[in-house]
């Protein structure tokens, strides 16, 4: 069972140390090696005249710390623990980014809608994978494969125009920041739903889209 950051660990985690304080190395090493998660490092946080700012050099990066740190990422991305290892002796201080379109896709949303999104869900008790919230205010909810090519037709069958909505599909050539990654001074990337031994098996985009396209189409 993973515990990340501020999550609340159960009978079951007694055997894993908490998350907190545990470096971004051990931390990328776990989501390989337990949850069999893609990882890749990215950029990382620099200070620079008392400012934290990204490694890229860019003064006004979108995404300080929080992005990949060289064009050929999706080939250096690795699901072995102990290369993963490696990657991040390196350089300790990169951001861990997971590559979509492999073990999972990602479904994107605007934070309030996925609140409105996972609040919903609770009440038709559907079982979700993980979530994560991000300093940028988006909620991405981890998928079956395959949803960033069916998700523009399910929107469409549910009577929305795909481009109506600020919901996106995020599948191969895309990634998602995971927890703990900073995105400068706004903060870190943390779960919304952990992940747990509960959520291993992924639910399908179709069995998620009709609360989320909802919760958008009520965001807009």
Known sequence: MFIVEETI???EA?????QRGESLLETAVRYAEERHWDVFPGTWLEAVDGVQRCSCGEAACAAPGAHPAREDWATQATGSATVARRLWQKQPLASILLPTGRTFDAVSVPETAGFLALARMERMELTLGPVTLSPDRRMHFFVLPGASVKVPELVRKLG???SSLDLVALGEGAYVAAPPTRYGSRGAVQWACRPTPANRWLPDAEELISPLAYAC???R
């Not at 007694?14 to 908490?18: L, R, S, T, V, Y």
């Open 160 to 162: 929305w125009a795909p």
């Open 14 to 18: 007694a055997q894993i140390p908490k």
């Open 9 to 11: 660990a159960g009978t």
């Open 217 to 219: 189409g009520r965001d």
